[in-house]
């Protein structure tokens, strides 16, 4: 939370900027899908437009703020986008996640490793100037997501919106909601089908991993340490190189903060790149290598390995889905000052 972004001309001439890129390439996807939308009544209250009237420059704000920390920080697109994962599945899209503070869910283990608040909070300092009580932290990190994928180089996607933030955020309620890396593909599906995700939405949304980087630990189960002390594949489902070159990395006396890309090969771009890396067996965390050893799953790895353009516009369709899960609208919940306090 020590972080902040000055907002100086320069940010300026960026939000400027962006607004110029915005009308002149924006390869936008006008696939607002009406599934997501008629999910639930609350979902169905969300619009593109919801906040043309009261805060115009709202998407361009946002937009201004992450584009600014991640020319400081290339590691914030990532950051962002995980963050948006982790409040959507817990309570729904409501900005919980961000709340900070022992009991709340950014508390929980499963949320220590979480990161990017700053930029949200960032966003909120300068709608709260531009159009107080306005725009929720909710609908801000929606937007920082969606902003990130496009500046790693991902689709560009048209989100709806008008979420507002929730009044609750306890790190009791993150456990039996989020996802860990040791599940099964039946209880990572029935995790998300409670989110009214489908097993084409996880293999979608995991294709998040193409951007992004996971500590040592988080994929500790896939190694046993020899008697030498050094770190061997438990199985054969990872390519032996790649093993090798995982254990090196991570062999005991790496730093409990060390960790490793998630996709080997274009690390820093949102492509395609992570379903080419689970055909090679080089998948990371053992819920991303299920997706290839699980035949419900793997035609559509085949598939999005061999098609960007299949695996953009149905991320697209899934990004939206996602950004609507148990959303609150109307009267419900609240349009909160800061995002980082309840
Ligand atoms: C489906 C089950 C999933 C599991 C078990 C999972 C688990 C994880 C874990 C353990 C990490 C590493 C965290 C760390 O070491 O700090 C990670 C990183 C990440 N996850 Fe997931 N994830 C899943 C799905 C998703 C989805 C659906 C998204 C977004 C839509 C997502 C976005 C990310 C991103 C962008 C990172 C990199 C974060 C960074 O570099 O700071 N993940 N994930």
Known sequence: MEHTIPFTSTNLMEVVGAMKLDQAFRFSFFRLSLFALLASPAAAQLSPGFYSFSCPNAELLVRGAVRSASAMDSTVPAKLLRLLFHDCLVEGCDGSVLVQGNGAESSDPANKSLDGFYVVESAKRLLEIWCPGTVSCADILVLAARDAVELS??????????????????????????????????????????????????????????????????????????????????????????????????????????????????????????????????????????????????????????????????????FVKLSTVGVKTGDQGQIKVSCTNM
């Not at 048209?158 to 993150?174: F, K, M, Q, T």
């Not at 979608?204 to 340490?225: E, K, Y």
């Not at 006396?253 to 890396?277: C, L």
Request: glycine share 6%; hydrophobic share 35%; charged share 20%.
């Open 153 to 318: 180089g991902g689709p560009s996607v048209e989100v709806p919106l008008g979420r507002r933030d929730g009044i609750v955020s306890s790190a009791s309620d993150v456990r039996p909601n989020m996802v860990d890396t040791v599940f099964s593909l039946d209880q990572m599906m029935q995790r998300f089908a409670a989110k009214g995700l489908s097993i084409d939405d996880l293999v979608v949304l995991s294709g998040a991993h193409t951007i992004g980087s996971s500590h040592c630990r988080t994929f500790g189960d896939r190694f046993q340490q020899a008697s030498n002390g050094s770190l061997v594949p438990a199985d054969n489902s990872l390519d032996s190189n790649y093993a090798m070159e995982l254990a090196n990395k991570c062999f005991a006396g790496a730093s409990d903060s060390t960790s490793v890309a998630n996709d080997p090969v274009t690390p820093s771009t949102f492509d395609n790149q992570y379903y080419a890396n689970l055909l090679a067996n080089k998948g990371l965390l053992h819920s991303d290598s299920i997706l290839v050893t699980d035949p419900r799953t793997k035609s559509r790895v085949q598939a999005f390995a061999q098609s960007p353009e299949k695996f953009f516009a149905s991320w697209a369709d899934s």
